[in-house]
């Protein structure tokens, strides 16, 4: 073999990664954050601190709005919040809706001929509610969309409809495929009751075929009947489809004892760092604490919390002092209904304050690769691409109009400028409620890099501007 | 529960995620080639393609250099590109080095009073020496740097050097972090044998703190004596390097009987789709078929291999006729030497062939964020950055200067333009060199991401310019 110096070695191997060394020289305003944005970044990579706060959240399990899980994430995060120095650590109670799952959740398509019986993976879409106890059972149709059930008409009478459109796999971008695909979640049940169907089943929203159903919000219209409505599993749906082909009718029988509790009081949790010369100027950072009930809501949305709770643990561990006041809120039901969004946005609390920016993190712990600011005002969004330089080597390669989320859309209607760190989601759906979406499915630096550029961005937004 | 309308709660559900739409207009050359690159992500998503490629080379098992697999790997890819129905499918010879692990590695801590020995997780680093059939048994050294060795000097005489200087976390760039630290991989074995050391120990090149030992290329300095050279995982680096705090004089014994075998003949395998116009000019796609043998290569490079082979089949299931002839290249021994990129830059095939660009994918299958392009000659990243429109709904949020590669690093001496896809990193190193590169570990859509991205590149640089 041709001997090589290690040097050229190593620089041959190297010579791909340099790639964005060498870039654009900073902007005078960007060299005056430049050592307090490197020490984030230090400070925040160092460790997995944010990690840990991901694995704290975690812990107490499946934090579904109203339950007493959800109440001991509000305890945690007020106490997650007191260690880590926060001021003015509190919960303001929300109104919530409480839905339980129950024990019971089965499916199977009914033995015909010598064909046994197949059980199918199902799990009850969130809201639904409960079959008798005998369960239902009834043929299947197999429909692609709210159109094709609507064409069908009397044919549904009597029926378990079985909306199969798969999320677009062409699409590049996951999330427009999962908007594609929503409405028959959400909608599906009253549509089809509308018609005369007994129950539906839901193709789960995922790219993947496996045999994990993915819950969800559905929502009964009041002008139809309210029948059972069950995600099943991407695996189990192309099963039943294919048997459907096959054998023209197929029955299933349903058997699901989830159901409405009426209305509880919970709470969001809102902890900050008060502002030195503007204290009632907000930034806030927020996610959600509630969380779907198969998985822990690792990346849906603990990961969001967590990077909202390390980005205030950075600016206060290197003793930055904001003009402005940055602020975590935690919400409570964003899953469910989206009052802890309303309720803060009203809160007696707010008397005197003026938040500038919201910020939601409800797209997952994984890479960030952007962020996105603001509606119509463009303002917020000059101000922070003037520092983008600072931002690109945490992965932020684009700042474009965007941001926003349920939590924080009331306080968008009332002036606040929305923000979002835009995280890479080919894998998101794959987790995204079910019971995948546990502390494992979170990388920590990919996490942490998302608590960096938040710290970073509030920092910045506490300090400019009048 | 306030009752909204499906289309609200859809709306609000979905606003964060419409950041993208609406971007700015197409140029008319991106408006061009929008219907073609459409095609070609509808046909790299719609199915696991490329994905089922990396499986089809993945399933060979660990293809190192010289080794019986990788002879394996080269039939294979030969049928591979057969059966896309590429032209002029053939090899070219490259000599390369042959070295086994052999099937000891061993290493162990030795018991101490009534401590009890501690066994270690190693693995030979590729190229070393084994050790004497009884093994070596010495006092360790823990230092940090090649400098720090330097200035212990004799202190080293017949001991066994522990390398542990980590990674560094703080970087945001795992590259960066990488090269900072794979000096002591590289050569640190010649460097403590010139102060009269028996062996090394070197932390593995990764962030996680796990049991498994990354392997990699080290190289001996022909002025010292070859000792061995083993990794060690990180979970038991911190252990020998707690021990050796506590206990000042720790000892370690290594077996290892990993060892040279001379130079055999492999190959590279070349196929491509001749250019209608121009066929003597060459936009070439390459990933390493060679990988370390620990795990599988999936990410490091079977990945690489599965992107150009899909890029190439795009293009031709969507029935495009390339002006230029489009290229895919599976090069042999990047990992051990590079003689098969060196090998392909002077093979007689190449009289008469001009290389415009030399594309190398070797970042691993995870998502793409941006490309790079060109080193001194700005005029491709020109070309492409004309299009950028059409390569930023694909994840390619930036196109910069850069680009390059083991493999290709001969012909962009030659005047080919390098380019590659650059992808997230963050977990890269969690299983590179390892046994957990395996198949498992890459994301499909990720993966196929890459192709589409190669495709559409590869296509527009092959009509585009004189």
Known sequence: MKKRSVRTLLAMALAVFSLRAGAAGLRDGERSYQGTVDRLREAGL??????????????????????????????????????????????????????????????????????AAIPLSVCALGGSTGTPERGITAPVVDVRSLDELASLGTVLKGKIVFFNRPMDRRLADPFAAYGG?????????????????????????????????????????????????????????????????????????????????????????????????????????????????????????????????????????????????????????????????????????????????????????????????????????????AYENLFRPLGVSFIVPGGGGVDVAPLIKQGAVPAAVITNSQAYFDVHHSALDVLSSVHPRELELQAVILAALAYILAQEGT
């Not at 709005?65 to 109440?71: E, H, L």
């Open 46 to 115: 160092a460790g997995e601190r944010g990690f840990d706060l991901l694995r704290r959240i975690t812990s107490v399990g499946p934090r579904l709005t109203g339950s007493p899980q959800a109440a001991a994430a509000i305890e945690l995060a007020t106490s997650l919040m007191k260690e880590l120095g926060l001021s003015g650590v509190h919960t303001e109670p929300v109104e919530v809706g409480r839905w339980v799952r129950g024990d019971i959740a089965e499916a199977a398509i009914i033995a015909s001929g010598t064909r």
């Open 181 to 385: 695909a929503a409405d028959q979640r959400v909608g599906g049940a009253s549509a089809a009751a509308g018609h005369g169907a007994r129950a539906v089943l839901v193709r789960s929203l995922t790219f993947r075929e496996d045999r994990n159903p993915h819950t969800g919000l559905m929502q009964y219209d009041p002008r139809a009947p309210r029948i059972p409505a069950a995600a099943i599993s991407t695996a189990d749906a192309e099963v039943l489809s294919a048997l459907i082909k096959k054998e023209k009718s197929v029955s299933v029988s349903l058997r699901m004892n989830c159901r409405d509790m009426g209305r509880v009081i919970s709470a969001n949790v809102v902890g900050e760092i008060t502002g030195s010369e503007l204290p009632g100027e907000i930034i806030l950072l927020g996610g959600h604490l509630d969380s779907w009930d198969l998985g822990h809501g690792a990346h849906d949305d603990a990961a969001g919390c967590a990077a909202a709770l390390e980005a205030l643990r950075l600016i206060k561990d290197l003793g930055l002092r904001p003009r402005r006041t940055i602020r975590a809120v935690l919400f409570m039901d964003e899953e469910f209904g989206g009052t802890g969004g309303r309720a803060y946005a009203i809160a007696p609390q707010r008397k005197g304050e003026r938040h500038l920016v919201a910020a939601e993190s409800d797209r997952g712990g994984f890479v960030p690769v952007g962020l996105a600011i603001g509606g119509r005002d463009r303002r917020i969004l000059e101000r922070v691409s």
